[in-house]
């Protein structure tokens, strides 16, 4: 049995499903490099819902369907900032992430970008590293007055115009 994966553009409506994939990605992954209270203060399930609305309208991000069904979504914004990764926590190591990412790059391409920046968590460091970026800062932010470390990367673009 053969699954399809698209990769497309967030539709309005669908930030619910949207917020079960960020939920998941940060309760059944993450959780293995941060404190429960940590993943909480990162993702609370009582999050606002219009608060959440507006984030992700914002960011536009893409999305990955796997068979009909949001399972991943990651945005660049025209700084070449990424601001949110995801991959469902029910769906890792399917190459979901590989796929968002390359289409990351393809769009920071056609934007002109000279690097791509994001706010990496301990979780994904890794992951953004074999896609050649590198670590610039590491960070303590504070979220719902927990400190939730993360790092600053960054991946300087062969082909900027």
Not at 47 to 54: G, I, K, N, T
Not at 131 to 138: A, H, K, M, N
Request: with cysteine; aromatic share 10%.
């Amino acid at each position: 049995m053969s699954s399809t994966v698209l990769i497309r553009r967030y539709r309005k409506g669908e930030e619910s499903a949207l917020f079960d994939v960020y939920y998941s990605a940060i309760h059944l992954v993450a959780c293995r490099d941060y404190t429960p209270q940590q993943i909480e203060a990162w993702a609370p399930r009582d999050l606002d819902a219009s608060l959440w609305e507006r984030r992700i309208r914002g960011i536009n991000p893409f999305v990955a369907e796997l068979d009909g069904t949001v399972v991943a979504y990651a945005d660049v914004q025209a700084s070449g900032y990424i601001d949110h990764f995801f991959v469902s926590g029910a769906h890792p190591r399917r190459g979901l992430g590989t796929m968002l990412m390359k289409r990351i790059l393809e769009e920071a391409a056609r934007l002109g970008l000279r690097e791509l920046t994001s706010d990496v968590s301990r979780t994904a460091q890794g992951f953004f590293e074999r896609f050649g970026f590198g670590v610039v800062e590491q960070r303590n932010p504070v979220l719902r007055g927990i400190t939730i470390p993360n790092a600053l990367m960054r991946l300087e673009l062969q082909n900027a115009r």
